[in-house]
């Protein structure tokens, strides 16, 4: 054996790997996984390390559907609903009243210094608000200065009289998704980029428009960290020829926190661009960085009621917005799968699920099996449409947080008590065998891979109450579906998601273990440090 073997003993090794699932010594070579197994290492390989004594290992957790924009959205001001923790752990505190919002915004205005500056802020919801503010609220902020608030499911913003003026958006020039008042008067609301797109021209768009910066990259590695995260995707990023050079960059500096795998989108380029994208980014990937897949958004996001639904809203909202045009869709996944490129396919409401299971369905028909496509969010599915997917030989990569964070609303206001209690069912999917991760869509929700688990295994609402008892996952599944799951999701398995001889070394270092903790504290369990490639990390 060669000398820079390490061995670690732990309370408890969770494996993932049926082979040996549990285990309390893990002996590490450079970067790699060498053997897993008890106190009989020692005598290979001398006294172990007490590092983890008394501590839980498990697979360092993969978050399967983040944005990097994490990293982003703290340039701006945070104006959510709910208490949120930045990237250096310090909490913003939450504006729970259209009152507490206003007067959050009345505070930033007065410290922008040029009258004409717009103000942007992030993290609003107006599902939280029974008097939602709207463009008029806003206007008592500043009636001259464009206001512009991001939904924090980012496929909304709300903004004020004077950005609806320099975008020109009225009554009698607007295009779908620039929602109205009883008066037929553009609100201020806009959903989806065709609609969004005049204000961002207008005044700017610090947010959406840009490639994260090498400071952005930081501040998600650092984020991720705290997390107990050891990769995360990244999905939806252009790569253009910058973004893909800081990307490069800055995961490929010592000390990187996290590996990042990256999406491509496809909003700017045709099919034929899309391909030779790829081939072009493809070689740009190393330890802390894979390329090769591609992300397609169909629709909105379901409590901004722009999810493309079977049935109207339960507030009377007939039907959301596609993101792209469903000939896109389509187009896009006939191509890309005939090409052999992994797929993420956005699909919130069970309408957008319906066209992209054809789709796949005329795809997989025409030219075989794909690569491990993955239906992401897939919150609305229904059982028959889960199984026409696993048929199809998909993925299934749920929105596990939207029962903590929508589910009240959801019941009340978007869905329906029925279809609520059966948004992103996981024990649906698992019972037909189908592979399920779960994930947080950061920023949409904070990163979290324990919170997330905590939400499939209790499905807690925020009010409190549970939603739809019978989607319950056991903690072993949720501890799956946030490592093994997610790098299978990724093409990433062979490298990460198990602790098995040959693997990377990364583990997450736990204070107690999931799978034996009261379910209602699996949020509570504190996070160690992460081992990156057999590199220590300790928490912060
Ligand atoms: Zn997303």
């Known amino acids: 054996m060669t000398d820079d073997v390490r061995l670690y003993r732990a309370a408890k090794i969770l494996t993932l790997d049926p082979r040996r699932p549990a285990a309390t010594h893990v002996a590490v070579a450079g970067d790699r996984i060498l053997a897993v197994g008890d106190d009989e290492l020692e005598r290979e390989h001398g006294p172990a390390s007490g590092l983890f004594d008394g501590l839980v290992v498990v697979p360092g957790f993969v978050e399967g559907h983040a944005h990097a924009t994490e990293g982003m959205v703290w340039r701006l001001p945070y104006v959510g609903f709910h208490d949120r923790a930045q990237p250096d752990g310090e909490v913003v505190a939450g504006c729970r009243s259209t009152a507490a919002l206003l007067d959050r915004l009345r505070q930033l205005e007065r410290g922008l210094e040029d009258g004409d500056q717009p103000l942007f802020a992030w993290g609003y919801d107006s599902i939280y608000f029974s008097d939602k503010p709207m463009r008029r609220d806003l206007d008592r902020v500043s009636a001259r200065r464009p206001i512009v608030l991001y939904h924090s499911n980012l496929h909304l913003i709300t903004v004020n009289s004077a950005a609806l003026a320099q975008a020109g958006i009225t009554r009698d020039n607007r295009v779908e998704g620039v929602y109205v008042d009883a008066d037929d008067e553009p609100n201020g609301e806009l959903a989806e980029v065709a609609a969004m797109f005049p204000v961002f021209r207008a005044v700017g768009d610090p947010l959406l428009a840009n490639p994260c910066d090498a400071d952005d990259l930081r501040r998600f590695g650092r984020a991720c960290h705290r997390a107990g995260i050891t990769t995360v995707a990244d999905l939806y990023n252009y790569l253009d020829d910058e973004g893909l050079r800081v990307m490069a960059e800055t995961t490929a500096e010592a000390g990187y926190p996290v590996r990042i795998a990256a999406a491509l989108a496809t909003t700017p380029y045709s099919v034929a661009q899309l391909r030779d994208r790829l081939g072009q980014v493809s070689d740009r990937g190393h330890a802390r960085l894979h390329l090769g897949a591609v992300k397609i958004i ?5 409590q901004g009621f722009s999810a493309r639904v079977r049935q109207p809203y339960v507030n009377g909202i007939e039907n959301g917005v596609w993101y792209e045009a469903p000939p896109r869709i389509r187009d896009l996944i006939h191509a890309l799968h005939e090409a052999g490129v992994r797929l993420h396919v956005h699909v919130n409401g069970d309408e957008a699920a319906e066209l992209v299971l054809q789709a796949f369905a005329e795809a997989v028909a025409a030219s075989g099996p794909g690569p491990g496509h993955v239906l992401q969010h897939a919150q609305m599915m229904d059982r028959e449409q889960l199984a ?18 929508w589910g009240d609303q959801h019941r009340d206001a978007t869905v329906g008590a029925e279809i609520a209690a059966r948004m992103n069912p996981a024990r649906t999917a698992l019972d037909l065998g189908l592979d399920v991760a779960i994930h947080c869509d950061a920023p949409v929700t904070p990163l979290g891979p324990l919170f997330t688990m905590w939400c499939a295994v209790n499905r807690l609402t925020a009010s409190g109450q549970v939603l739809g008892a019978g989607e319950r996952i056991t903690a072993a599944e949720a ?39 009261e379910p209602l504290r699996i949020r509570d369990i504190a996070i160690r440090g992460t081992l990156l490639g057999g590199v220590w990390q300790p928490a912060a």
């Open 479 to 517: 501890l799956r579906a946030v490592t093994l799951a997610p790098a299978i999701s990724l093409g990433l398995d062979a490298r990460v998601g198990s602790i098995s001889p040959g693997k990377l070394a990364d583990f997450t270092i736990l204070e107690q273990d999931p799978l034996a903790t």
């Open 388 to 405: 026409r997917a696993r048929d199809l030989g998909l993925m299934v990569n749920f929105f596990a947080n939207h029962t903590w964070y």
């Open 298 to 302: 169909s629709d909105g996001s379901i």
